[in-house]
């Protein structure tokens, strides 16, 4: 069954609005990555977090890492019309790599 | 510098056919790993190759088979296809193993009718 969860699955704002998606895995990553994926792309990658309660910060995204290293954050502050796409947490699990079952992000200009 | 390549970048087949899908990594990048991605999810894991080796296998079939060459160039072979075989499938490359950021190519769009 899938290993990382995502919620939610869709979300529209408004252009100015705040944004965040959260990741769930089932068993503690050792590390967690991001990657956004516009409408007919290819995931992108945005960051990855290693350490425990680890913040990162982009520009107006902010990334978060739980403290169990089995959740993750991604938040984004006064959302733009460049911000449109899937974002998906992913990471390494035995000898596989799952990527989150993602959020679709809708920016209303 | 040339990013990740995959060839070709559209293809259509029918049930039982085969098809091979190629990819070349970055330049300098040793790792490949393959995915599947199915409208509206998240990519699959399928395989990571390293220098040539077998690192990591997802939950497919002995149908999905692949091989990384000397030039770390790589193929993804599909068996006997399926209509849920249609998928936008993606290779990635990486200058390591799977604590190192994936670099993907376009894709192959796959349909299988």
């Known amino acids: 069954g899938q290993q990382v969860m995502q919620i939610p699955q869709y979300q529209h704002v408004q252009e100015g609005e705040d944004f965040t998606t959260y990741c769930n895995s089932s068993?503690?990553?050792?590390?967690i990555q991001w990657y956004k994926q516009r409408p007919g792309g290819h995931p992108v990658f945005l960051i990855q977090?290693?350490?425990?309660?680890e913040v990162k910060k982009q520009k107006r995204l902010t990334f978060q890492f739980g403290e169990a290293k089995k959740n993750s954050s991604l938040h984004i502050t006064a959302t733009q019309t460049t911000d449109v796409g899937t974002y998906f947490c992913a990471g390494p699990l035995g000898n596989q790599f799952y990527f989150g079952t993602g959020t679709s992000l809708t920016v209303i200009p | 510098d040339a990013g990740v390549t995959q060839s070709p970048t559209h293809l259509i087949k029918t049930r039982g056919q085969q098809v091979t899908l190629r990819c070349s990594p970055i330049s300098g990048h040793k790792s490949v790993s393959w995915y599947q991605q199915v409208l509206g999810q998240g990519p699959q894991f399928i395989f990571q190759y390293y220098e040539k080796e077998e690192r990591g296998r997802g939950n497919f079939p002995d149908r999905f088979s692949a091989r990384q060459f000397p030039n770390y160039s790589s193929e993804l072979n599909v068996n006997a296809l399926l209509l849920g075989d249609s998928a936008l499938y993606l290779c990635a490359s990486s200058s390591g193993t799977s604590n190192e950021k994936l670099f993907f190519g376009s894709g192959t769009q796959l349909s299988v009718l």
């Open positions: 068993t503690t990553l050792s590390n």
């Open positions: 977090l290693v350490k425990s309660g």
